[in-house]
């Protein structure tokens, strides 16, 4: 049974900080593409920032030069260093890892996996 269990929301004033983090554990055989998503609502699940295992990364155009994504592949843990926060980073955050578990000891098909999600707020 794999799980990916986030940490790390809360509440933070406009211009704050915070760093999310996610971990994969149970029986995993590789993790491929590691990545953050949100949901604020009334408003669709978007793509926040991605990683590859070779620390490829990609971010959405709202976040860039203010959110790093970054992995530790021997954790197999994914963070979110969230800086200069504003009111609209305002949802609830979601881990995703797209991995292969193994099933009675060989590699199973890749599925992506998600979080139970974290709140971030940013309000005075």
């Known amino acids: 049974q794999v799980q990916l269990v986030e940490s790390g929301g809360g509440l933070v004033q406009p211009g704050g900080s915070l760093r999310l983090s996610c971990a994969a554990s149970g029986s995993i055989f590789r993790i491929y593409p590691m990545g953050w998503y949100r949901q604020a609502p009334g408003k669709q699940r978007e793509l926040v920032a991605s990683?590859?295992?070779?620390?490829?990364?990609n971010y959405a155009d709202s976040v860039k030069g203010r959110f790093t994504i970054s992995r530790d592949n021997a954790q197999n843990t994914v963070y979110l260093q969230m800086n200069s926060l504003k009111p609209e980073d305002t949802a609830v955050y979601y881990c995703?890892?797209?991995?292969?578990?193994?099933?009675?000891?060989?590699?199973?098909?890749?599925?992506?996996?998600w979080g139970q999600g974290t709140q971030v707020t940013v309000s005075s």
């Open positions: 995703n890892a797209a991995l292969s578990s193994l099933s009675r000891g060989y590699p199973d098909r890749t599925q992506d996996y």
């Open positions: 990683t590859t295992t070779g620390g490829r990364t």
